[in-house]
């Protein structure tokens, strides 16, 4: 008798846990987040396959907001600055989708050489969307002669807030400890300044550029969960797409995203 | 021999004290019941009873009370990105934050409860559970004493460090991103106003400046300014002073170009240092050194920083024009000073603290504007006042209030009773505007500077403009974060609905004030209550006249007394 | 040693008692005693002294002789200078101070806590005579403590939404808003509140606000909101509730007297 009145409240506590963790996802969720393997590791992939594609948006296509420039217009007002939140080009190309593979345990390592910036220049941030490798620094530029605070609203990691002052070029950043994201960045000092970056355990993210197209190289022949994410679109985590790759071959996956 | 024993056994003692401090401040409280029952009746009806800072209070609070889900805490004794220690929790809870709706627990909750309550919203954030070192709390070690020289070497620091960009150039919070900030959680937040100390929420001394500073203000846009991220990191003070020198010339000769590219060199090597020290990697002694030497720049420039910061406010909120420190105007012959005239110099003004209309809707519970200053001069015929108040945003009614239809403007009111009570027990005008009893206006608007409309009210909601105008002279500007506002009138006039004024008659006086980029419009402002105004009568002449004379009739008195004596005697 | 005079006596008695009223007693002891009371003081004391000189002739001659003295004694002429000179020097710093003196405004005579009207309203219903009325939720206390309750609870939110601004997070008046308003708001932590007045009279001083007052309570003063026009009657009820429930007071009760 003792025992299941033990095993009652034990499933009821359980109960109440599970409960307040989904409270808790769900007041923390405004963000959809990617989602990133328990493990990763990384080795050479010798004739690996390839996934890529063209991510179009579709529906009614809101008017680009023009953002309002309140300060230091003689650099930031130069040209006319607008919301990238839903940047779609040509044939309803969607640009800054993140296109990932959400299943992969083990394939290549990192292209080292590669340099991480992200430029300030005008009071905008470029990339919008920027991939950013567990461990590796990102590098602020800054040659406007303005200051910027570069303000990563981190919340698995330590949050960065550090000013940039006008004369400082570049600012490296520390790199983190755990994979998140996309986190937003903003300053604030220009408040209209906006962008994300994605810190991400394996190589296999691609951002989509003006024509919507990615390109994910160097995939070990298999199946996999292929996911997105995009700032105002949404992601598809619940229903990913499912792509094989075989060696050495192209597979293709496109997307048609709508606004959430 | 022995002092070498001796000297080990202090180092253990000492050690071993400083072992059990560490362990003391670390391990102090100890989540209970007690802890969850005292946070559940003092502390949920704001912070929420799931610590996420949404209680049923938390909707008309800005600055929102804390949400303590992302053990985002703004007052530390930490570095960036570090949790509080437990006594950063149990002080902000004793103190409370001034200018916040955060009051002090310190009379209302025993000190064990208060240690209870901390422990308790610790467990609303699991970092504190995994976090395995203690906190890297902020070196105070080399603190550069309260100086002229160390506030002008602030100053500078304040420019180049881009503390205008929110604070604005002294400090009053008006910068030219003031209103566009936003916290954590998307809600807007003000820059502090330097010059209001008294609002300070982790307190106004310099170390409590310095904390603020080195190690920011989590959760705020207030970045933290320790390390790599300070201004030219990794050099000295003088090797800075000369880059800041090259960097500020418009163009380089290619021998300055060189110059510069080796301090730049310098920098990269020390911010690679800051970098790895905080990924973790463990520096060489050497390499500690350089990033010791840099650290300790940093530090001495931030010493100055806060100096400067420091000396942008007063000690202490000034006594609020209550009691006999009420507001006299004082007598001048002659033409009384215009705005920008020195004369009011001279005068010290008088305080009276505003607090938000939550009388009527609708309502002000947020209020920006702390206070308004005011002096006054007065000759035979006018009365000159000058009024002072801070306001971060300068709004002259461009934006339209969506549910009033009204443009949002920045505005002050002064009120009179239109008669003044005789006597203490006669009734005077209802507060807000009057009612029953009439109140006199002048009423004051950003849009027209240059102009003051004399209101007759009966009732916050029962304003008329008066027929007749044109009494008063006005005057006023905005500058820094500071609006100026003169105002000029005759003592008596011809109007009935005016109030008349006399010296030496105490005059209820009270105010309002709008600060447009808060949402102030028609009744959600601030607001004072009756404070007391008068002209100060000239000093009687009767005291030239008086004092002698009584001193010679007592000298005669002791001449008297003595003959009468020496009579008797004879 | 020479004995002191009785003259000097007198004097010593006077000075320290002023000394000991003005600096000891008040100040070091307790607060600073009010110049009215110390003059009082002194005048009961000067009389005590008046008495004990001119209870015998002989006394009274003691008493008179250092005076005399002074006057008429040609070895005394520097003591009689000097007082020639300190006497009206003093008188005349004395009246200089008085009619410098700087006017200060009148106080005010409010009463706090002015009696009620007869009649207990909420907006235009009369709910009925202000002695007989009772929380209608009180009763719960002892029949239905869940339903009580979870009608303090209601009095805890209605509390935090609206009032604790100026009355404070601990009820004792000492809010973000209260430093700065004139009356202050009501301190319901202190003894001398809760225990002394009925709900029905925190009924009518909710609903009703400082502009309900009756004169004697200052009602131009006060900012304290015409509640009724924001709380139903019920919210009013329960937040009474929860006054006396957090801080421990039970409001005045006739009923049971009866």
Same mark, same amino acid.
């Given at each position: 008798?003792?025992?299941?009145?033990?095993?009652?409240?034990?499933?009821?506590?359980?109960?109440?846990?599970?409960?307040?963790?989904?409270?808790?996802?769900?007041?923390?969720?405004?963000?959809?987040?990617?989602?990133?393997?328990?493990?990763?590791?990384?080795?050479?992939?010798?004739?690996?396959?390839?996934?890529?594609?063209?991510?179009?948006?579709?529906?009614?296509?809101?008017?680009?907001?023009?953002?309002?420039?309140?300060?230091?217009?003689?650099?930031?007002?130069?040209?006319?600055?607008?919301?990238?939140?839903?940047?779609?080009?040509?044939?309803?190309?969607?640009?800054?989708?993140?296109?990932?593979?959400?299943?992969?345990?083990?394939?290549?390592?990192?292209?080292?050489?590669?340099?991480?910036?992200?430029?300030?220049?005008?009071?905008?941030?470029?990339?919008?969307?920027?991939?950013?490798?567990?461990?590796?620094?990102?590098?602020?530029?800054?040659?406007?002669?303005?200051?910027?605070?570069?303000?990563?609203?981190?919340?698995?990691?330590?949050?960065?807030?550090?000013?940039?002052?006008?004369?400082?070029?570049?600012?490296?950043?520390?790199?983190?400890?755990?994979?998140?994201?996309?986190?937003?960045?903003?300053?604030?000092?220009?408040?209209?300044?906006?962008?994300?970056?994605?810190?991400?355990?394996?190589?296999?993210?691609?951002?989509?550029?003006?024509?919507?197209?990615?390109?994910?190289?160097?995939?070990?022949?298999?199946?996999?969960?292929?996911?997105?994410?995009?700032?105002?679109?949404?992601?598809?985590?619940?229903?990913?797409?499912?792509?094989?790759?075989?060696?050495?071959?192209?597979?293709?996956?496109?997307?048609?995203?709508?606004?959430? | 021999?022995?002092?070498?024993?001796?000297?080990?056994?202090?180092?253990?003692?000492?050690?071993?004290?400083?072992?059990?401090?560490?362990?003391?401040?670390?391990?102090?409280?100890?989540?209970?019941?007690?802890?969850?029952?005292?946070?559940?009746?003092?502390?949920?009806?704001?912070?929420?009873?799931?610590?996420?800072?949404?209680?049923?209070?938390?909707?008309?609070?800005?600055?929102?009370?804390?949400?303590?889900?992302?053990?985002?805490?703004?007052?530390?004794?930490?570095?960036?990105?570090?949790?509080?220690?437990?006594?950063?929790?149990?002080?902000?809870?004793?103190?409370?934050?001034?200018?916040?709706?955060?009051?002090?627990?310190?009379?209302?909750?025993?000190?064990?409860?208060?240690?209870?309550?901390?422990?308790?919203?610790?467990?609303?954030?699991?970092?504190?559970?995994?976090?395995?070192?203690?906190?890297?709390?902020?070196?105070?070690?080399?603190?550069?004493?309260?100086?002229?020289?160390?506030?002008?070497?602030?100053?500078?620091?304040?420019?180049?460090?881009?503390?205008?960009?929110?604070?604005?150039?002294?400090?009053?919070?008006?910068?030219?991103?003031?209103?566009?900030?936003?916290?954590?959680?998307?809600?807007?937040?003000?820059?502090?106003?330097?010059?209001?100390?008294?609002?300070?929420?982790?307190?106004?001394?310099?170390?409590?400046?310095?904390?603020?500073?080195? /190690?920011?203000?989590? =959760?705020?846009?207030?970045? %933290?300014? @320790?390390?790599?991220?300070?201004? *030219? !990191?990794? &050099?000295?003070?003088?090797?800075?002073?000369?880059?800041?020198?090259?960097?500020?010339?418009?163009?380089?000769?290619?021998?300055?170009?060189?110059?510069?590219?080796?301090?730049?060199?310098?920098?990269?090597?020390?911010?690679?240092?800051?970098?790895?020290?905080?990924?973790?990697?463990?520096?060489?002694?050497?390499?500690?050194?350089?990033?010791?030497?840099?650290?300790?720049?940093?530090?001495?420039?931030?010493?100055?920083?806060?100096?400067?910061?420091?000396?942008?406010?007063?000690?202490?909120?000034?006594?609020?024009?209550?009691?006999?420190?009420?507001?006299?105007?004082?007598?001048?012959? /002659?033409?009384?000073? =215009?705005?920008?005239?020195? %004369?009011? @110099?001279?005068?010290?003004?008088? *305080? !009276?603290? &505003?607090?938000?209309?939550?009388?009527?809707?609708?309502?002000?519970?947020?209020?920006?504007?702390?206070?308004?200053?005011?002096?006054?001069?007065?000759?035979?015929?006018?009365?000159?006042?000058?009024?002072?108040?801070?306001?971060?945003?300068?709004?002259?009614?461009?934006?339209?209030?969506?549910?009033?239809?009204?443009?949002?403007?920045?505005?002050?009111?002064?009120?009179?009773?239109?008669?003044?009570?005789?006597?203490?027990?006669?009734?005077?005008?209802?507060?807000?505007?009057?009612?029953?009893?009439?109140?006199?206006?002048?009423?004051?608007?950003?849009?027209?500077?240059?102009?003051?409309?004399?209101?007759?009210?009966?009732?916050?909601?029962?304003? @008329?403009?008066?027929?007749?105008?044109?009494?008063?002279?006005?005057?006023?500007?905005?500058?820094?974060?500071?609006?100026?506002?003169?105002?000029?009138?005759?003592?008596?006039?011809?109007?009935?609905?005016?109030?008349?004024?006399?010296?030496?008659?105490?005059?209820?006086?009270?105010?309002?004030?709008?600060?447009?980029?808060?949402?102030?419009?028609?009744?959600?402002?601030?607001?004072?209550?009756?404070?007391?105004?008068?002209?100060?009568?000239?000093?009687?002449?009767?005291?030239?006249?008086?004092?002698?004379?009584?001193?010679?009739?007592?000298?005669?008195?002791?001449?008297?007394?003595?003959?009468?004596?020496?009579?008797?005697?004879? | 040693?020479?004995?002191?005079?009785?003259?000097?006596?007198?004097?010593?008695?006077?000075?320290?008692?002023?000394?000991?009223?003005?600096?000891?007693?008040?100040?070091?002891?307790?607060?600073?005693?009010?110049?009215?009371?110390?003059?009082?003081?002194?005048?009961?004391?000067?009389?005590?002294?008046?008495?004990?000189?001119?209870?015998?002739?002989?006394?009274?001659?003691?008493?008179?002789?250092?005076?005399?003295?002074?006057?008429?004694?040609?070895?005394?002429?520097?003591?009689?200078?000097?007082?020639?000179?300190?006497?009206?020097?003093?008188?005349?710093?004395?009246?200089?101070?008085?009619?410098?003196?700087?006017?200060?405004?009148?106080?005010?005579?409010?009463?706090?806590?002015?009696?009620?009207?007869?009649?207990?309203?909420?907006?235009?219903?009369?709910?009925?005579?202000?002695?007989?009325?009772?929380?209608?939720?009180?009763?719960?206390?002892?029949?239905?403590?869940?339903?009580?309750?979870?009608?303090?609870?209601?009095?805890?939110?209605?509390?935090?939404?609206?009032?604790?601004?100026?009355?404070?997070?601990?009820?004792?008046?000492?809010?973000?808003?209260?430093?700065?308003?004139?009356?202050?708001?009501?301190?319901?932590?202190?003894?001398?509140?809760?225990?002394?007045?009925?709900?029905?009279?925190?009924?009518?001083?909710?609903?009703?606000?400082?502009?309900?007052?009756?004169?004697?309570?200052?009602?131009?003063?006060?900012?304290?909101?015409?509640?009724?026009?924001?709380?139903?009657?019920?919210?009013?009820?329960?937040?009474?509730?929860?006054?006396?429930?957090?801080?421990?007071?039970?409001?005045?009760?006739?009923?049971?007297?009866?």
């Amino acid at each position: 008798m003792k025992t299941y009145l033990l095993a009652g409240f034990a499933l009821l506590l359980a109960c109440c846990y599970v409960g307040n963790a989904f409270a808790a996802d769900s007041g923390a969720g405004e963000v959809e987040m990617l989602v990133f393997p328990d493990s990763y590791s990384a080795a050479s992939v010798s004739n690996g396959g390839t996934i890529s594609g063209v991510v179009t948006f579709e529906g009614d296509l809101p008017e680009m907001k023009k953002l309002e420039i309140t300060k230091d217009q003689a650099v930031c007002g130069a040209t006319d600055k607008y919301d990238e939140s839903l940047v779609v080009g040509e044939g309803n190309a969607l640009k800054n989708t993140i296109v990932y593979l959400i299943d992969i345990s083990k394939g290549k390592d990192f292209d080292k050489a590669t340099k991480l910036e992200i430029d300030q220049k005008g009071c905008k941030f470029s990339p919008h969307v920027q991939i950013v490798p567990v461990g590796v620094r990102v590098t602020m530029l800054n040659t406007d002669k303005v200051n910027h605070n570069v303000h990563i609203f981190s919340s698995i990691n330590k949050p960065v807030n550090k000013q940039q002052t006008k004369n400082r070029r570049k600012m490296p950043l520390a790199g983190v400890k755990k994979a998140e994201g996309p986190v937003a960045v903003k300053c604030d000092i220009h408040g209209w300044m906006s962008a994300w970056i994605a810190y991400v355990p394996h190589p296999y993210f691609a951002v989509t550029n003006e024509k919507g197209e990615f390109t994910l190289e160097g995939v070990p022949a298999g199946t996999y969960k292929l996911g997105y994410w995009h700032e105002a679109c949404g992601t598809n985590s619940d229903s990913p797409a499912s792509v094989t790759v075989e060696a050495g071959s192209t597979a293709t996956q496109n997307f048609t995203l709508k606004l959430k | 021999m022995v002092n070498r024993n001796v000297v080990t056994l202090l180092m253990l003692v000492f050690g071993l004290l400083c072992a059990v401090m560490l362990v003391h401040a670390q391990n102090a409280p100890e989540a209970s019941e007690r802890g969850k029952e005292v946070y559940e009746q003092s502390c949920a009806h704001c912070h929420g009873t799931e610590g996420r800072g949404d209680g049923s209070a938390a909707e008309n609070l800005l600055p929102k009370p804390r949400d303590f889900t992302r053990g985002l805490y703004k007052i530390r004794s930490t570095e960036s990105g570090q949790l509080p220690t437990d006594q950063d929790l149990f002080d902000i809870i004793t103190i409370g934050m001034p200018g916040s709706s955060m009051p002090g627990w310190e009379t209302s909750l025993s000190a064990d409860e208060r240690w209870e309550v901390v422990a308790y919203i610790k467990t609303f954030y699991n970092g504190f559970k995994e976090s395995e070192a203690p906190p890297r709390q902020i070196s105070l070690e080399g603190k550069i004493a309260y100086s002229e020289q160390s506030v002008e070497t602030g100053k500078e620091l304040y420019v180049e460090l881009g503390c205008v960009e929110c604070h604005g150039n002294v400090g009053r919070g008006d910068g030219t991103s003031a209103p566009t900030l936003t916290d954590e959680w998307g809600f807007q937040t003000w820059p502090a106003n330097l010059a209001q100390s008294w609002n300070f929420r982790g307190g106004a001394d310099t170390e409590a400046i310095f904390k603020r500073f080195i /190690g920011g203000i989590a =959760g705020s846009p207030m970045p %933290a300014f @320790e390390g790599d991220s300070f201004l *030219h !990191f990794g &050099l000295s003070v003088e090797e800075s002073k000369r880059l800041t020198e090259l960097e500020n010339k418009d163009e380089m000769t290619e021998v300055e170009e060189t110059e510069s590219e080796k301090f730049y060199e310098k920098m990269d090597v020390a911010v690679d240092l800051a970098l790895n020290r905080a990924e973790g990697i463990e520096l060489t002694a050497a390499e500690q050194q350089t990033y010791d030497d840099a650290m300790k720049v940093v530090y001495e420039k931030s010493w100055h920083l806060a100096n400067y910061v420091k000396s942008l406010a007063p000690e202490e909120r000034p006594e609020p024009a209550i009691g006999k420190n009420v507001l006299r105007s004082q007598y001048v012959q /002659g033409e009384l000073p =215009g705005m920008e005239d020195t %004369a009011w @110099e001279v005068l010290q003004s008088r *305080h !009276f603290p &505003l607090v938000g209309q939550v009388v009527i809707e609708p309502r002000q519970f947020n209020p920006t504007i702390d206070s308004v200053n005011i002096k006054s001069f007065y000759n035979d015929t006018e009365v000159a006042f000058l009024f002072m108040w801070d306001d971060r945003t300068h709004t002259t009614g461009d934006e339209i209030d969506e549910s009033t239809g009204k443009p949002l403007e920045d505005a002050l009111a002064i009120q009179f009773p239109v008669k003044v009570p005789q006597g203490p027990t006669a009734p005077k005008p209802y507060f807000l505007w009057g009612g029953r009893l009439p109140v006199y206006l002048w009423h004051w608007k950003a849009s027209a500077p240059e102009q003051v409309v004399e209101i007759t009210a009966k009732g916050i909601n029962n304003a @008329e403009v008066q027929a007749a105008q044109g009494a008063l002279q006005a005057q006023g500007a905005y500058t820094d974060g500071q609006y100026k506002l003169w105002v000029k009138r005759a003592l008596k006039t011809d109007d009935k609905k005016d109030l008349q004024l006399e010296p030496g008659v105490f005059v209820p006086i009270a105010f309002s004030a709008w600060d447009g980029a808060n949402g102030d419009v028609d009744t959600k402002r601030v607001v004072s209550s009756w404070y007391t105004f008068v002209l100060e009568p000239v000093p009687s002449s009767r005291r030239f006249v008086y004092p002698p004379l009584i001193a010679v009739l007592s000298l005669g008195l002791l001449f008297g007394l003595r003959a009468v004596v020496q009579r008797r005697n004879s | 040693m020479k004995r002191l005079s009785l003259f000097t006596i007198c004097l010593i008695i006077l000075i320290g008692s002023w000394v000991v009223l003005r600096f000891a007693i008040g100040g070091i002891v307790s607060v600073p005693i009010p110049g009215s009371v110390i003059a009082m003081y002194m005048g009961l004391i000067i009389i005590a002294v008046l008495v004990h000189i001119s209870v015998e002739d002989s006394l009274f001659r003691e008493f008179l002789r250092p005076i005399h003295e002074t006057l008429v004694d040609n070895n005394l002429r520097v003591r009689r200078r000097v007082i020639a000179v300190l006497i009206p020097l003093f008188l005349l710093g004395y009246t200089h101070s008085i009619i410098a003196q700087r006017a200060n405004p009148p106080g005010s005579p409010r009463d706090a806590h002015p009696s009620p009207p007869l009649e207990l309203t909420y907006k235009d219903e009369v709910i009925g005579t202000m002695q007989d009325v009772v929380n209608p939720f009180r009763h719960y206390e002892k029949d239905d403590p869940e339903a009580f309750k979870a009608h303090v609870e209601n009095g805890r939110r209605v509390y935090y939404d609206n009032c604790f601004y100026c009355h404070g997070d601990h009820l004792d008046g000492q809010a973000h808003f209260a430093p700065y308003l004139q009356p202050l708001p009501a301190n319901f932590q202190d003894p001398g509140i809760i225990p002394n007045f009925q709900e029905s009279f925190f009924f009518w001083r909710i609903a009703k606000g400082g502009p309900g007052l009756p004169a004697a309570g200052t009602p131009w003063d006060s900012a304290m909101p015409i509640w009724e026009n924001y709380l139903t009657k019920d919210e009013i009820w329960d937040v009474i509730l929860f006054l006396s429930d957090y801080t421990g007071y039970q409001p005045r009760t006739f009923g049971e007297a009866h």
